[in-house]
């Protein structure tokens, strides 16, 4: 069974300054991808990054960066440079090969940019 | 990006009454469409696969009569929350695979769905 967590309920940064929000998982499928995606309190889920399991350099997207350490098993989003519209909820995902491609969700971390 | 509509964003409904929430690809064929159920400052809970044509797979401990999937078309699947109750309120989102395995899972939405 796949297992995704993600420690930190909540993050406060401020603006102007990086943040890594941790996420570790757990699975048996040795081919799988990773996911990070931003909630607003609208409710969408926008996807930011994407790390494939056999992909060897970290994903970057813009000031998102995935700091991917395939052996401890984490994946970990550094955002650089906050802004106050990225206080949201970001949830890590994992999808697998089998199990119709369905995709996992950790518990979430709420993250608060303060000016 | 692929889009993924779902509709309605909100609904409000009588207990006992049953609500219908559709979950649309507007350009590409989703194969496979999944339904998540989020409580207030929860994740999202996967709660069913569907594959066009055929029955939907539903999660250990969602009830399959309550929680009604049909996944008629390649591009349309609906959840029709039966007998809705008050516990039954929270935000539905659905998401939608196309051909390609490993691209992100296109989202809708969402419903905000209270039940009175």
């Known amino acids: 069974a796949q297992k995704i967590t993600q420690t930190q309920p909540g993050m406060f940064v401020q603006e102007k300054e990086a943040v890594t929000l941790d996420c570790t998982y757990d699975?048996?499928?040795?081919?799988?991808?990773l996911f990070w995606y931003k909630q607003p309190s609208s409710g969408e889920m926008i996807f930011l990054i994407y790390q494939g399991s056999y992909d060897e350099q970290n994903a970057t997207e813009g000031r998102y960066s995935l700091n991917f350490q395939k052996a401890r098993k984490s994946a970990n989003l550094v955002i650089s440079a906050s802004q106050l519209g990225d206080s949201a909820m970001y949830f890590c995902a994992m999808r697998g090969v089998y199990n119709n491609n369905d995709m996992r969700f950790g518990a979430g971390t709420r993250l608060t940019v303060k000016p | 990006g692929a889009v993924v509509s779902q509709h309605p964003s909100w609904v409000i409904c009588k207990s006992g009454t049953s609500v219908k929430i559709e979950c649309r690809s507007l350009d590409f064929q989703a194969t496979t469409m999944f339904w998540y159920r989020q409580f207030p400052k929860q994740s999202l809970m996967l709660m069913a696969t569907s594959n066009e044509g055929s029955k939907a797979t539903y999660e250990q401990g969602v009830e399959k009569d309550k929680f009604l999937i049909n996944h008629a078309s390649l591009t349309l699947s609906t959840l029709t929350v039966t007998s809705a109750h008050p516990e039954d309120s929270s935000f539905y989102i659905c998401?939608?695979?196309?051909?390609?395995?490993?691209?992100?899972?296109?989202f809708g939405q969402g419903t905000r769905l209270t039940v009175v």
């Open positions: 998401s939608a695979r196309g051909e390609i395995l490993n691209t992100e899972a296109f």
């Open positions: 699975t048996s499928d040795q081919s799988y991808g």
